[in-house]
């Protein structure tokens, strides 16, 4: 079985595009997106739409939360506005967590915030990771530090994030997202997570949200669009990573 992992879309339709193309060409059974689907970038409307066209599981992320209980009424009417009352509904009645059991791994699956109080990286020290794995669970998985990363842990422990499709960054401002090969069950067999990096119409990109001048902080989204470097005042955050 061939999953692919993604998450972060944030109103970059022009990277979800590249994306889907990319996934069509590998003949993925299934799409798992790990939330953040709307916010940060122009194109909102278009990202949830493809969404919940195209994933059998959406979780709840912190963007898609704070957007759908209008948390931010000053900063962010314009995605209140792009989105309508239907996908803001929507956006809340999203999980907030994918449990699942494959290869024989017991495996965990969430965006990071609203369930992290407080965004974590994978380098951080293994003794305030192991809440994640918490009650018996031996991977997890994430997003929300717009990030590629893995790192195994004591007691055959795994923990990744998978990056971003939409504002992905560390200084890599391309579609990242993650591709997991396994078998369903409680049966060990091999499980392979392996991650994707692929171009897309920047340039495109750019003119959506120069095209949208009441996009709230729309230079700073521009700049990370260019240079993959965050832009934005940095978040409560132990791993100082991205919103």
């Known amino acids: 079985m061939r999953i692919a992992l993604i998450a972060d879309l944030h109103g970059n339709f022009p990277a979800v595009q590249a994306l889907e193309k990319d996934l069509l060409a590998r003949s993925v059974d299934e799409i798992w997106c790990l939330g953040d689907i709307v916010g940060k970038g122009p194109s909102s409307p278009a990202t949830f739409d493809w969404a919940m066209s195209n994933c059998s599981i959406i979780l709840r992320g912190n963007w898609d939360e704070g957007v759908g209980k209008r948390l931010f009424s000053r900063n962010d009417a314009f995605y209140y506005e792009q989105l309508g009352a239907a ?3 929507r956006l809340l009645e999203l999980p907030l967590e994918h449990h699942a059991v494959l290869s024989g791994r017991r495996l965990r699956l969430m965006h990071g915030r ?3 109080p407080v965004l974590q990286a994978t380098h951080e020290p293994e003794s305030e990771l192991l809440w994640l794995f918490k009650p018996d669970f031996d991977t997890v998985g994430y997003a929300d530090i717009h990030r590629p990363g893995l790192r195994s842990l004591n007691e055959g422990r795994l923990l990744f994030s998978i990056g971003s ?4 960054l560390g200084g890599l401002p391309m579609v990242s997202y993650a591709l997991m090969q396994c078998s369903s069950g409680a049966a060990p067999a091999p499980f392979e997570l392996s991650y994707i990096c692929l171009p897309y119409d920047r340039q495109q990109a750019v003119r959506d949200a120069e095209n949208a001048p009441r996009l709230h902080k729309r230079e700073a989204y521009i700049r990370e669009v260019e240079t993959g470097i965050y832009s934005r ?3 409560l955050s132990k791993g100082k990573s991205a919103e």
């Open 165 to 168: 499709v939409g504002n992905n």
């Open 87 to 89: 996908r803001m509904e």
């Open 233 to 235: 005042k940095p978040p």
């Open 114 to 116: 609203p369930v992290m």
